[in-house]
């Protein structure tokens, strides 16, 4: 027995209107537990929006920059300087290869 055109179009229509309601009850669902979730933790939608491994999104303020970062070690032949972070200046390198340890070059507070 074959169906007609407009049988399957009905058909269709009326499969059309499940599926969004079908979709329309989970979405419903999982807002729910969304916001449950959201209560229980003391999230907001802040939280949310966090990159996440930043202060905000574990909870804590975000963190600011604080500008340059205070040199650690100076040549004192040159006054060339590093703060000890990236990679490590070439006199710094070289002197080191040489034999010269890295607390001769700290800078004393």
């Known amino acids: 027995m074959s169906a007609t055109l407009q049988?399957?179009?009905a058909q269709r229509a009326a499969i059309?209107?499940?599926?969004?309601s079908a979709q329309r009850e989970e979405r419903e669902g999982?807002?729910?537990?969304?916001?449950?979730l959201m209560t229980e933790y003391?999230?907001?939608p802040a939280d949310?929006?966090?990159?996440?491994?930043?202060?905000?999104?574990?909870?804590?303020?975000?963190?600011?920059s604080t500008g340059k970062v205070a040199p650690k070690f100076r040549n004192a032949?040159?006054?060339?300087?590093?703060?000890?972070?990236g990679l490590q200046p070439?006199?710094?390198k070289s002197a080191l290869e040489g034999g010269a340890?890295?607390?001769d070059f700290a800078i004393q507070a």
């Open 7 to 9: 049988e399957l179009l």
């Open 16 to 20: 059309e209107k499940q599926i969004a």
């Open 30 to 36: 999982a807002l729910t537990k969304i916001r449950a």
């Open 42 to 44: 003391g999230l907001t």
């Open 48 to 64: 949310l929006a966090a990159k996440p491994g930043t202060a905000r999104a574990a909870g804590g303020t975000p963190s600011r």
């Open 77 to 85: 032949a040159t006054g060339e300087t590093w703060t000890g972070r």
């Open 90 to 92: 070439k006199w710094l």
């Open 101 to 103: 340890k890295l607390e």
